[in-house]
């Protein structure tokens, strides 16, 4: 799990599904609350991800497709948008951005 830059959405891998879920969290009482969506992820398993530190990109390492898959994220409603980019990597199980 992830919290996106400003602390009001947590993205999450759901692995068996195949996709990323976006909820709204609470900052003071650090619960998750309301489904924003539900996405696939691109590819299958989606073993890790990484949000990029402007909150605008994700990307997702997605294990069992060998695929790494660029999403789009709207920072005001905390949707992703899947932009068909996808680059492939043998078995990806980590994923990170360099600062």
């Known amino acids: 799990m992830v919290i996106a830059p400003g602390g009001r959405f947590a993205l999450i891998a759901d692995f068996g599904a195949g996709r990323v879920l976006i909820r709204r969290f609470d900052r003071t009482s650090r619960v998750l609350s309301a489904l924003v969506q539900r996405i ?10 990484s949000l990029h530190r402007s909150g ?44």
């Open 40 to 49: 696939p992820c691109g590819g299958l398993t989606p073993w890790s991800f």
């Open 56 to 99: 605008r990109w994700l990307l997702v390492a997605n294990e069992a497709s060998g695929s790494v898959d660029l999403f789009g994220v709207d920072p005001r409603s905390g949707r992703l948008t899947d932009t068909g980019t996808s680059i492939p990597v043998p078995n990806p199980a980590c994923i990170t951005f360099d600062r």
